[in-house]
C-alpha cells in the first residue's frame, strides 16, 4: 500500500514540476510518519524514501534508533527548549524555529556538540491564532536576529496553511511565503545558504510545488490515515 501511495505521490510531484517548468530534482518529499509503526517507516524506506519527518521529540529519537543510518530525519512540529538537547546534531533539519529563545537555545546545543545545526523558520502564514510562527512582517527582523547565532544556519522557511478542501485556495499563502522567502535571500547575511521553503502537505503539495516548494510534507498521502486512538 505504502509503496502504491509514494507511486501517486511521485507521479503527482513530476506533475506538478512539469505544470512549473521545474526540475524534480529541485522538491525533495519528506516522509512525514508521525504516529506510524516502524514497519511503515521501513516499507517507505524499502521503497527508496530517506527523508522522514517526524512532530515529536520522543517518538522521532526513539524511530532513529530503531531505523537504518542512512536516513535524514526532519523534526517538523512544534519543539520546546528543554527538548532540544535531544535532537540537535541528529537531525538534518529543524523546520519549526518561531522564537529567539529557542533558537539560542539550539545555538548553545549545537555549540556543545560540535554542530552547526540547520533551521527553518516558521511563519505563521494565515496569521491564524491557532498556529505557531512567526507574523509575517516580523520574519525579516527575526532572520536578521537569530542569523547571528554562529551554530545555527537558517536554511529557509517553512509555513502549515490552513485546511482546506479546495487546494486552490492555499495558492496565495504559498505565493506569499515565496516572496518572504525571496526578501530574505535578497538581505542574507554573511554567506550563509537560503535555499529550503517547506511547504505543502497531503491536501495541497501539489499546488504548492507549482508555487516554489522545495520540501513538500506529506503523510497522510504516503502513510495512510492517522489513528491517534491507537497511540
Ligand atoms: C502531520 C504534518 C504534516 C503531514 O500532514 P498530512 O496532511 O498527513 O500530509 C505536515 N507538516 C506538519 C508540520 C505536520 O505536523
Redesign the pocket.
Known amino acids: 500500500m505504502i509503496r502504491e501511495n509514494l507511486d501517486i505521490v511521485e507521479r503527482n510531484i513530476q506533475a506538478a514540476c512539469d505544470k512549473a517548468g521545474r526540475d524534480r530534482s529541485e522538491v525533495t518529499l519528506?516522509a512525514?510518519s508521525?504516529t506510524k509503526p516502524v514497519s511503515d517507516l521501513m516499507e517507505a524506506y524499502d521503497a527508496g524514501i530517506r527523508v522522514f519527518?517526524e512532530?515529536k521529540v520522543q517518538e522521532l529519537v526513539d524511530k532513529m534508533e530503531k531505523m537504518p543510518g542512512d536516513i535524514h530525519w526532519h523534526m517538523?512540529?512544534h519543539l520546546q527548549r528543554n527538548k532540544v538537547k535531544y535532537i540537535v546534531g541528529k537531525v538534518e533539519l529543524i523546520?519549526?524555529v518561531d522564537n529567539t529563545e529557542l533558537a539560542e537555545e539550539i545555538n548553545r546545543r549545537a555549540e556543545k556538540a560540535g554542530v552547526v545545526q540547520d533551521i527553518l523558520i516558521e511563519v505563521n502564514i494565515a496569521d491564524e491564532e491557532t498556529k505557531f510562527g512567526i507574523a509575517k512582517e516580523e520574519v525579516k527582523d527575526f532572520y536578521v536576529n537569530i542569523s547571528k547565532l554562529p551554530y545555527v544556519n537558517v536554511r529557509g522557511v517553512?509555513c502549515?496553511a490552513p485546511?482546506v478542501v479546495e487546494p486552490e485556495q492555499n495558492r496565495h499563502y504559498f505565493a506569499d511565503l515565496r516572496k518572504i522567502f525571496v526578501d530574505i535571500t535578497n538581505n542574507i547575511v554573511d554567506n550563509s545558504r537560503v535555499d529550503i521553503m517547506?511547504m505543502g502537505?497531503?491536501?495541497d503539495?501539489q499546488v504548492a510545488v507549482e508555487e516554489g516548494a522545495t520540501l513538500i510534507?506529506?503523510?497522510?498521502?504516503?502513510?495512510g490515515?492517522?489513528n491517534y486512538n491507537t497511540t
Open positions: 519528506v512525514v508521525k519527518g512532530n517538523i512540529g523546520h519549526s517553512m502549515i485546511y517547506s502537505m497531503t491536501g503539495y510534507r506529506v503523510g497522510t498521502g504516503v502513510f490515515a492517522r
